[in-house]
């Protein structure tokens, strides 16, 4: 008969499992009250409220940190609002792009300024790239560990096919073939990850 697990054992397991559901699963978990489920919702799409704010509305960070603040505070309060749960990214990031505004229109107004003159207003090929850059990570994450690897070492570290090779413990003249089919997995997984857009999530108001 298995031992059972101590209190420590147990929240880790519950991680675990929280980090691997679906945004549609994790938020079906929201909704029952689950505090494992709300933690892992804030960190897996922190990045991505803070990104939008910092990089797409190029907000100062004590500003972009009131944005995050707002932005998950309202989610908690409104997530019974959210039609499909699986369109849970782009809704945060509707909301996201709303209270940014917000900011801005706030800060214009104490100035005098018009907002609509205002050059901090990001285009959306900007908030195009943070979106694609959000999913080339969710489709990393699901691919066996040693592509995660290979390409985290190519693309990121920008190390060399000797010295990855040398890390691996595989031939330098085998990296280029792996790095491809690697590229090739994540492709296929990102491909299936970007279907129709949910146009039934609630509008942010």
């Known amino acids: 008969m298995e031992a059972p697990r101590d209190d420590g054992q147990a929240a880790a ?85 709303r209270l940014c505004i917000d900011r801005l229109r706030s800060g214009t107004r104490a100035a005098g300024t018009d907002v609509e003159d205002l050059a901090d207003v990001p285009a959306e090929d900007v908030l195009g790239d943070l979106e694609q850059a959000f999913d080339v990570h969710e ?13 985290d070492s190519f693309f990121a570290k920008d190390e060399s096919y000797r010295t990855i090779g040398d890390n691996l413990g595989l031939p330098a003249g085998t990296i280029a073939s792996r790095i491809s089919r690697c590229l090739e997995k994540l492709r296929t997984v990102f491909e299936g990850r970007n279907g129709p857009a949910h146009p039934s999530s609630e509008q942010v108001t």
Do not use: M
């Open 13 to 97: 397991s519950r991680s675990k499992l929280t980090t691997e559901l679906t945004d549609a699963a994790l938020v079906a978990r929201c909704r029952d009250g689950d505090d494992e489920a709300w933690r892992e919702l804030v960190e897996r799409f922190s990045r991505y409220v803070y990104a939008i704010a910092v990089q797409g509305f190029r907000l100062p960070p004590h500003e972009a940190e009131d944005v995050f603040q707002d932005v998950f505070a309202r989610v908690f309060e409104r997530l019974d609002s959210l039609r499909e749960d699986d369109a849970v990214r782009p809704w945060i990031a509707q909301l996201t792009r």
């Open 139 to 151: 489709a990393l994450a699901e691919l066996p560990e040693n592509c995660r690897e290979i390409l």
